[in-house]
């Protein structure tokens, strides 16, 4: 065992210096503190480890008034430390000793240890060197699916956004349209209104229609009567036949009247107003011939040569005088009907007008009914179109996120591929190097 010794010590020196060249040791340096510490930093710069941070004492906070007297000795415990914390299944525990008092055996060991551990973790990083290189080739990829992603969760904002203007134009035009049937629903009230007030005016025209019919039927009745009392007029005197004349003339204008009147009553048949305005002028026609009838039955009573001549003649002047109040009364009855005519045509003018603006009236409801209805249309449409809109706008909105999750799952299977072939690929390397060292050993 003794001999074997110097053997295996001087095989370590050999791979040693040949992996230092530049700090070479040889078997006198395993037993000076220097060189060994010197040789532990080499390894430890191999290893990654930072030189600074094991020679630098604690921090401040972590410091007590004792440290001063072992200030000298924080790089030995710090490295004792790093040492103990990279062999944990080495059952012994390293101690300062072992560098303040160092023997060939002792630094051979712990030198030994460190360096194949330096060799199995350069080996296992080799191993892994092309997977590290294969994974931080996709960084590429994964930006550009991050770019992708952030891409997506913009245009998902920019969705959300424009869904939020649309529920807004929405709301806006529903509130158009609640305004647009408020102001339909007064338009067809006002419509109503009208309507009930034309209605309300045939309903007098049709009064006034009956009336005028009543009254038809009484002038007929008055003139056959008048006809009737012509026949049965007979006068023997001619003075009397003269007069009677006269007064067939003055009945003649009255019929004239008449038949005047009853043109103008064809004119304002939906006038019950003027109707009534007239009604006093045929009472007033009425006692006319009355007073005719009157007169004739005088006549008449002359013819039965009841009376003398004295009192023919003073009867006949009383006729005289009578036809002349009838002939003022006719004038009189001339000029009343003229006013009632005038003011028909004045009533006739005013409701001709008063038609007039309510059939203009009707038209424009009809027409405001009628754009109102377009309107409504047009915002159904635009509704129906916005519905349809924001119907797009789900599918894509699910179709980006079904996109996303199938990225996202594509990139974690990779990952964890990825992942076990690089730890399967650790543990074969693990396990190469420990049969390596195994064999070294042997």
């Not at 004492?57 to 103990?84: A, H, K, Q």
């Amino acid at each position: 065992m003794d001999n074997n010794q110097p053997l295996t010590v001087e095989n370590f020196i050999s791979n040693w210096n040949g992996e230092f060249p530049n700090y070479s040791l040889t078997i006198e340096d395993l037993k000076k503190p220097h060189a060994l510490m010197g040789a532990l930093l080499q390894i430890f710069d191999r290893l990654g480890i930072d030189r600074d941070a094991v020679l630098m004492p604690p921090p401040e906070e972590s410091r007590n008034e004792n440290i001063i007297y072992y200030w000298d000795l924080l790089p030995v415990i710090n490295m004792t430390r790093v040492i103990n914390h990279l062999m944990p299944q080495v059952g012994a525990k390293i101690n300062i000793t072992y560098f303040l008092q160092p023997t060939v055996i002792t630094s051979h060991s712990i030198l030994l240890i460190l360096f194949n551990l330096m060799l199995f973790n350069e080996d296992k990083l080799r191993d892994i060197e092309p997977y590290e290189k294969e994974l931080f080739s996709k960084t590429d990829q994964v930006k550009i699916l991050e770019d992708r992603k952030n891409r997506l969760l913009e245009l998902l904002n920019e969705q959300a956004e424009e869904k939020g203007k649309r529920a807004e134009r929405l709301e806006k035009i529903e509130h158009e349209i609640k305004n647009y049937e408020e102001e339909l629903k007064h338009e067809n009230e006002a419509l109503d209104v009208e309507k009930q007030e034309l209605e309300a005016i045939l309903n007098e025209n049709r009064q006034t229609e009956i009336i005028l019919e009543q009254k038809k039927t009484q002038r007929d009745t008055i003139f056959a009567e008048i006809e009737k009392k012509q026949a049965l007029r007979v006068y023997d005197a001619e003075d009397i036949k003269a007069q009677v004349e006269q007064a067939a003339q003055n009945v003649q204008e009255a019929e004239d009247k008449l038949i005047s009147l009853r043109a103008t009553l064809m004119q304002k048949e939906n006038s019950l107003k003027n109707l009534q305005t007239i009604k006093p002028n045929l009472d007033t026609a009425n006692n006319l011939l009355h007073d005719i009838m009157k007169h004739s039955e005088s006549l008449k009573d002359y013819e039965s040569g009841d009376l003398d001549s004295e009192s023919k003649e003073g009867e006949l002047d009383v006729l005289n005088t009578e036809l002349s109040e009838l002939e003022v009364q006719l004038a009189e009855l001339k000029v009343a009907r003229e006013e009632a005519s005038k003011k028909r045509q004045e009533s006739h003018a005013k409701r001709q007008q008063e038609r007039t603006l309510a059939q203009s009236n009707l038209r424009e409801a009809e027409e405001k009914d009628r754009k109102c209805n377009e309107r409504s249309k047009k915002a159904l449409q635009r509704v129906q179109e916005i519905k349809e809109l924001t119907t797009d706008y789900e599918h894509q909105k699910t179709k980006g996120m079904e996109e996303l999750i199938e990225i996202k799952e594509k990139f974690t299977l990779n990952l964890k591929s990825i992942e076990e072939a690089l730890l399967k690929k650790v543990l074969e390397s693990k396990e190469k190097i420990e049969e390596k060292v195994k064999n070294k050993k042997i």
